[in-house]
């Protein structure tokens, strides 16, 4: 994919629905009493996966573009799945689906593609093995997918995680549905939740304090009607695009803005970037609003600590938008960037490099002298959604880059480049 240098983006865009959440309606609403219906659903091919794993276990899903219809089976109606569950390549479908199959009666085998074999599964095999679940993986030390799950008792506890991760966090609650006794999860940092207001809006008993988050298993959880706002990791390709790209100004409809989620918008403005806020409101528990973004001369800021998992995901393009400012950027506190679809901190700092970036990879992050002329290059996607869109928008913004392996967008944004194209003009 060549995506050119350009001036002037213009115009309003709505992006895809978020992530989380339209994986989160599909299982909470399998595993209630009743039709859930679900409207801005993400198509993207993660989301997909957790449908069909739900398919597998007998679950009626009826799909129409962003539209779904879940029909719910009750905490105990999933049925054995006759081969492996595929989870593809999602992280979040692999595992908040086995905190879910350790609580059922029936045995279940869970795997991915080849990046999914290669993510850390030891963050969620160890707090459900405290629960007492049966769960085994492969690999190094048996902390890989694939995953087997047998029926097993499970128990509450109070598990204090090593990491801020949403992941992590919701695999726990979701087992504690079927745990006896109450389960809680506290964390080093808050990180997105999503899973405790959804499971609220379906009848659980969910109570959050601070870092911690608590659930008690109830006797059944009940459909609900879901309207998923865009997903703000993929507004932030077109947010970046906006402050970065001379002459623009987009408005982006429609955008979850939940706090656990919004860290972009706090640094954009500590960058000096003119964004704003339109047409706040809530949607099934969720904040979202419109964001208006304009072309500014950004500076550099430091991004670090409880930040972090308010916008792990948009890491990527913050170190683009930081390439273009002036001064240092400095992102610590990360580490947790080489688990994801890639090595984010080597797979940006490699791309950056080649277009003409002063960039340190750290342990846990990454340095960055912003302000100096870049130029277009060859970027290896390395199959990461992420990394390909970042650096389309650097692309625009500099100089021509060829990007390898481009359509592993369709992962999160299957039109992504048509929506740029249309701000281009094109």
Known sequence: MIIKKHTNLRGEISVPGDKSISHRSIMFGAISKGITHVEGFLPGA????????????????????????VEGKGLHGLKAPEHVLDTGNSGTTTRLISGILSGQDFES????????????????????????ADISGSGENGMYAPLTIKPSHLTGIDYNSPVASAQVKSAVLLAGLYADGKTSVTEPSLSRNHTELMLKG??????????TAVICPPEEL????????????????????GLIVPGSEVLIRNVGINPT??????????????????N????????????????????GTVVEGDMIPTLIDEIPIIAVMAA?????????????LKVKESNRIDTVCEGLKAMGCD?????DGMIIEGGKMLHGASINSYLDHRIAMSFAIAALASGECDIENAECVNISYPNFYDDLARLAGN
């Open 109 to 132: 085998s869970l795997n991915g593609d080849e990046s999914i074999r290669k993510r850390p599964m030891g963050r969620i095999i160890t707090p459900l093995k405290m629960m007492g």
């Open 46 to 69: 993660d989301c997909i996966s957790t449908i069909e794993c739900f398919r597998s276990m007998g679950v009626d899903i009826l799909r129409e573009g962003d539209k779904v219809r």
């Open 222 to 241: 009940y459909a609900q009607d879901i309207q998923v706002p865009g997903d703000i990791s993929s507004a932030a390709y077109f947010i970046a695009a």
């Open 324 to 336: 273009f400012a002036k001064g240092r950027t400095v992102i610590k506190d990360a580490a947790e």
């Open 359 to 363: 960039i340190t990879p750290t342990d």
């Open 202 to 211: 379906f009848g659980a008993d969910v109570i959050s304090d601070g870092l």
């Open 280 to 299: 706040e409101r809530s949607a099934g528990g969720e904040p979202a609003g419109d964001i208006l973004v304009k072309y500014s001369s950004l500076t």
């Open 261 to 278: 989620r919004a860290g972009i918008i706090e640094v954009c403005k500590a960058m000096g970037g003119s964004i704003s806020l339109l």
